[in-house]
T-cell receptor, first 116, second 110 residues
Framework: GAVVSQHPSRVICKSGTSVKIECRSL??????MFWYRQFPKQSLMLMAT?????????EQGVEKDKFLINHASLTLSTLTVTSAHPEDSSFYIC????????????FGPGTRLTVT | GIQVEQSPPDLILQEGANSTLRCNFS?????LQWFHQNPWGQLINLFY???GTKQNGRLSATTVATERYSLLYISSSQTTDSGVYFC????????????FGKGTTLSVSS
């Protein structure tokens, strides 16, 4: 199947700083990418939908000014956590899909963010 | 929005036993996928199965879209099967994102 990478896999930052997470589709073009957050022993919760060349769509309760998403090309989406706080510590996972509704989605390996 | 319910929430098995995990969803779907999340958090894509039946080794899955459920069968379970199994669906309501159930935590002991 298709491969999605994320970088970094793990990051520790201090409260108040910003962190950027990259999500890349390595062998296919992804018109749409998704960002999820997973807290310990919970399921994945959709944060936002990222469409190439347009503004991201955020789920209710997700602060768009705090979680900045940029989908500048068909193979790269970035999530920037601005002014991070300890409660932002979580596992962030991206996924990517192709052009058609109902296409299989491929997930990255995740980024574990710890804010101290 | 669409509701995705998985059962059972927890399952404890002896090595060699068989099991069935269930996923119910509340609306018609364009896509349904089963995942196994390993201890490092990586989601392993088991099946892309919006309808029908598929098999891959000891695992098989069936989705009956008209009745809004999917089943994941694990035969001759091994300790390496332990982990969390998620069902996720894409519905017309939610755009093209996958909406996840809460998962089934499987523990297989030797």
């Amino acid at each position: 199947g298709a491969v999605v990478s994320q970088h970094p896999s793990r990051v520790i930052c201090k409260s108040g700083t910003s962190v950027k997470i990259e999500c890349r589709s390595l062998d296919f073009q992804a018109t749409t990418m998704f960002w999820y957050r997973q807290f310990p022993k919970q399921s994945l919760m959709l944060m936002a939908t990222s469409n190439e060349g347009s503004k991201a769509t955020y789920e209710q309760g997700v602060e768009k000014d705090k979680f900045l998403i940029n989908h500048a090309s068909l193979t790269l989406s970035t999530l920037t956590v601005t002014s991070a706080h300890p409660e932002d510590s979580s596992f962030y996972i991206c996924s990517a899909s192709g052009y058609r509704v109902g296409d299989e989605q491929y997930f990255g390996p995740g980024t574990r963010l710890t804010v101290t | 929005g669409i509701q995705v319910e998985q059962s059972p929430p927890d399952l404890i098995l002896q090595e060699g036993a068989n099991s069935t995990l269930r996923c119910n969803f509340s609306d018609s779907v364009n896509n349904l996928q089963w995942f196994h999340q390993n201890p490092w958090g990586q989601l392993i894509n088991l099946f892309y199965i919006p309808s029908g039946t598929k098999q891959n080794g000891r695992l098989s899955a069936t989705t009956v879209a008209t009745e809004r459920y999917s089943l994941l069968y694990i035969s001759s379970s091994q300790t390496t099967d332990s982990g969390v199994y998620f069902c996720a669906v894409e519905s017309n309501q939610a755009g093209t994102a996958l909406i996840f159930g809460k998962g089934t935590t499987l523990s297989v002991s030797s």
